[in-house]
């Protein structure tokens, strides 16, 4: 491939500061004043005089930020988060949902406001809620350095402020995950989707962080610095760490950050505190800064381990669910930025005439490199690669560089002077003959780095679909007259771009020609889902439901649920439907649209009857980010005694998993606090929930644990896992729960079940009580687990006379779950306890009776059905046909059904 230069657009010159900004927008704000002057206003706007003046040895005519917004109001939609003390500006776009909040700027926008970014319109990245710090509690922040130190040290951000040499620099900070909807496109990753407005430039006020560590004197041995938020998470608070190294090297330029373009930081940005990490992703960047940790190992936070990292391309998303030593591998935790370009005018949708006077357009976008590496190049092809021509590059960065030694913004050194390194996007723009533009089919873009690093063409998908970097294009449409524009993609869900198109067209994004045909290519067409003709809603309902009154039903009495932002009440569901009863409990209070298109077509014919009302705007939202309608962890969340919450999800952290057999384990949960009580009454069952690792759709599933309803602090759920075959589909739950990584949260919610076990032979059965003498137990497999309970309950209080009959079915002696624990609850209590295995496919040896739980064995066990008085009642547990043959054998001898307990 060659360089052309194109008869109407010459080289550029070597780049000074000031002579290729670019033409148009963005506007870069500057200042000249007096340098001993050191206002904090953020008034100080006036636009440059004249940028082709060569610029002074030393001078002041910096980029100043744009003027922002006065912070006034909450949006609405805010207010029913967390996030409800935080106002925000309505024009960013939001990425997952209404909370939490990540959002980036429209692409133009974000360009049109120049070399810094207003913090009305730099982009968001929080992982949960964010802490609310108020006015008057900014100085009394408090954070410490500790870990491998000398002298640990204490401090508040007044003492930051009054002891330590302050320091103003430039700083982009780039999302690890921006551009990433392109990933998205072409094969669903982790991630949510960004656009290419996923970064932002602003003046970071604070200290080096060399200059605090030096005070603490990190000990021999010392090689990293983990930081702490005071963001509590799912998963703990949000951390990571960095080398030692970097942060005492005042070329990195690490800060610890109080004020983003002269103002107290913003509470999305890190009010009071953060740390800013220049030339590195967005996500080393900790804001909320609490603590300093030197240690020997990198951070063990679960955010250091399970986010920001670049896996190797060949490890999806369910592979990826169960490799810990991958993930921890430091080897794929991404630090420096790599070189990247996204070309913002054109902007997607835009239509540049052909007809009209202008001969040529200004093609124009952002770059940027890693690791304080400088932009060298910017390259231009109209013609898919074959040939390409220069662009002219701006780096208003240069302009600090110039300023006086000594100069002081916003109460901080500049301090560029002397450093070589870029902590900074840069612009780059191309006039382009229209005539060029209108012969070619797409333009795109790719950057160089100092290092000779340059874009690839082709994406390096990746499971957490980070740091994508391939060219940018922009295809270009030919119509009547006028050129129309198109970029990748459009941000989070919002349609629109030619990689959705080439893709729905059965073009194959990944065939190195931007899914274009290639000849001897086949190409597969996308099939269209049927619609789905059945109508779901009562045209005659007009009721309006808050989210409010929907989490009023959010128990086993009359719960409502939520298909596509209507509200239908299953009470009736429940009575005609025993067999999805957890499905319907499972849903109540909540949105169940993912769950529901399993549905089958009677059952979806049913549903106008069901249909209450439609959920207004705002709780739709609300709901279908998903985040409200499950607790949100808080740090001032008063400590609850018992876990368990009928009405509300509530996590708790995957801890262990033990490997009882080759398809049975027991999974660990850590409940909130060590005290804790899971709250679950004997007999009864709890909901799970997580998402499939790969679709992210929720599954819902009833278990009973098996630890002691009175044991503290954790939750033990004994799972037998159904793993996939060559000839069958495992269970969905069972394989997504065996893949979720240990640390990792699943949601519960409970108790639910008609039946207790009260003690000393009293049960209830949904509002009755009723007094047993005899328990039969009949079950399979892990329908043990709730059986279980209740003989424990049984033989543990030498009180309790009541007998049990234990008929255990199962394939081989392997397979016979809790055998260990049963035979021990019979000790001592071999006059209450009568416990029979039977094997459908036992070895030679076995004694023990042989075949399935069938009429014969049933016969010869249980017997006919004794008169009324005799106070048996039957618990059944299995696989599903195994409860119905059993059923069919009961009644034929004559049990009734008000005695037979299907669990
Ligand atoms: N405490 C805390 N710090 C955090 C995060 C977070 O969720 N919590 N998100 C990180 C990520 S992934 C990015 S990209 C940057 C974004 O910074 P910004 O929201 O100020 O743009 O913050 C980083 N620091
Ligand atoms: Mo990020």
Redesign the pocket.
């Known amino acids: 491939m060659e360089v052309v230069r194109s008869s109407s657009v010459a080289l550029p010159k070597p780049q000074t500061s000031v002579l290729a900004l670019p033409p148009t927008p963005p506007a870069t704000a500057s200042h000249s004043r007096d340098v001993s002057s050191d206002s904090d206003s953020d008034t100080e706007r006036e636009v440059r005089g004249s940028r082709n003046a060569p610029s002074p040895v030393k001078s002041t005519a910096y980029p100043l930020p744009p003027k922002s917004r006065p912070d006034t109001t909450v949006l609405p939609e805010d207010l029913k988060t967390p996030d409800r003390h935080v106002p925000r500006d309505s024009r960013l776009i939001r990425l997952t949902g209404i909370h939490p909040f990540n959002t980036e700027a429209p692409l133009s926008e974000l360009y049109n406001e120049g070399f810094l970014t207003s913090k009305d319109l730099?982009?968001?990245?929080?992982?949960?809620h964010v802490p609310n710090v108020e006015d008057d509690e900014v100085l009394n922040w408090e954070f410490s350095i500790e870990g491998m130190v000398e002298q640990p040290i204490k401090l508040t951000l007044a003492d930051l402020l009054k002891d330590f040499d302050q320091v103003t620099y430039p700083i982009t900070?780039?999302?690890?995950?921006n551009r990433r909807k392109e990933q998205n496109v072409v094969r669903k990753t982790k991630g949510f989707s960004w656009g290419a407005a996923?970064l932002?430039t602003a003046l970071w006020t604070g200290v080096v962080i060399g200059d605090l560590l030096k005070r603490a004197i990190p000990k021999r041995g010392a090689r990293y610095v983990c930081f702490e938020?005071?963001?509590k998470?799912p998963n703990g608070y949000?951390g990571t760490s960095v080398k030692l190294n970097w942060a005492m090297d005042p070329n990195r330029g690490i800060l610890v950050a109080h004020k983003m373009n002269g103002e107290t930081l913003h509470p999305?940005?890190?009010k009071p505190l953060?740390v800013v990490v220049p030339g590195q992703?967005?996500?080393?960047?900790?804001?909320?800064l609490k603590k300093i940790t030197v240690t020997a190992a990198p951070s063990d936070n679960w955010y250091h381990i399970y986010?920001?990292r670049v896996l190797p391309t060949m490890v999806d998303p369910e592979m990826s669910a169960n490799l810990p030593e991958t993930w921890k591998d430091e080897r794929y935790a991404i630090y420096d930025l790599n070189t990247n370009s996204a070309t913002c005018y054109p902007e997607h949708g835009e239509k540049v005439s052909t007809a009209g006077a202008a001969n040529s357009y200004a093609v124009r976008g952002y770059a940027y490199a890693g690791g304080g590496k400088r932009v060298t190049r910017v390259e231009i092809t109209l013609n898919k690669g074959k040939t390409w021509l220069l662009a002219n590059i701006a780096y208003p960065e240069d302009e600090y560089r110039q300023a006086p030694d000594d100069d002081t913004l916003y109460g901080g050194r500049l301090d560029v002077s002397w450093r070589e390194s870029c902590f900074c996007w840069c612009f780059w723009h191309l006039d382009i003959p229209i005539d060029s533009l209108a012969q070619a089919d797409d333009i795109m873009v790719r950057a160089m780095d100092e290092s000779m690093m340059v874009q690839p063409r082709d994406m390096y998908w990746s499971v957490l679909g980070m740091l994508n970097n391939p060219w940018f294009r922009v295809v270009i449409h030919k119509e009547a007259h006028e050129l129309r524009f198109e970029h990748p993609t459009q941000p989070a869900l919002m349609p629109g771009g030619w990689m959705e198109r080439v893709k729905k067209a059965g073009g194959n994004l990944s065939n190195g020609f931007w899914g274009e045909s290639v000849k001897g290519e086949e190409t597969t067409a996308t099939e269209q889902e049927p619609a789905i003709e059945i109508c779901l809603v009562n045209k005659e309902v007009k009721r309006i439901i808050t989210i409010e009154e929907l989490r009023q039903h959010g128990g086993e009495t009359e719960p409502w649920f939520v298909i596509n932002g209507e509200v239908y009440d299953g009470t009736q569901y429940l009575e005609g439907h025993p067999g999805g009863a957890t499905s319907i409990f499972g849903a109540a209070g909540q949105d169940a649209s993912e769950e529901f298109f399993g549905y089958s077509e009677n059952a979806k014919a049913m549903m106008p009857d069901y249909h209450i009302g439609t959920l207004d705007e705002v709780s739709r939202a609300i709901l279908s980010s998903g985040e409200v309608a499950s607790t949100d962890a808080t740090d001032n969340e008063e400590a609850r005694p018992i876990f368990l919450q009928s009405k509300l999800w509530t996590k708790a952290i995957l801890s262990a998993k033990t490997r009882l057999s080759s398809d049975t384990k027991i999974f660990t949960f850590d409940l909130e606090h060590p005290s804790q009580t899971a709250g679950l009454p004997v007999g009864k069952h709890l909901m799970m929930r997580l998402r499939d690792p790969v679709t992210r759709e929720a599954i819902i599933r009833s278990y009973t644990p098996i630890s002691d309803i009175n044991g503290q602090g954790k939750l033990h759920v004994l799972v037998k896992i159904y793993y996939d075959t060559p000839e069958c589909k495992g269970g969905r739950m069972t394989q997504a729960l065996d893949s979720i990584p240990i640390g990792h949260f699943v949601d519960f919610k409970g108790p639910t079940g008609r039946f207790e076990y009260l003690g000393r032979g009293m049960c209830s059965i949904g509002a009755t009580q009723r007094k047993v003498k005899r328990f039969i137990m009949i079950c399979g497999g892990s329908g043990i687990t709730p059986i279980f309970q209740v003989l424990r309950a049984v033989m543990k209080d030498s009180e309790d006379p009541t007998r049990c009959l234990v008929l255990d079915g199962n394939r081989t002696e392997e397979d016979i779950l809790l055998r260990a624990e049963i035979d021990d609850l019979k000790t001592g209590n071999e006059h209450k306890l009568t416990l029979l295995h039977t094997l459908s496919q036992p070895e030679a040896s076995w004694t023990g009776p042989r075949g399935r739980i069938d009429a014969r064995l049933l016969e010869k066990e249980v017997g006919p059905y004794a008169e009324p008085g005799s106070d048996d009642l039957v618990l059944i547990c299995g696989p599903a046909p195994m409860e119905k043959s059993v059923h069919a054998i009961l009644g034929k001898l004559g049990w009734k059904d008000e005695d037979l307990m299907f669990f």
């Open positions: 730099h982009f968001v990245r929080n992982h949960g900070l780039v999302c690890a995950g996923g932002s938020g005071a963001d998470l949000y999305d940005h890190g953060r992703i967005g996500g080393r960047s900790v804001k909320w986010d920001n």
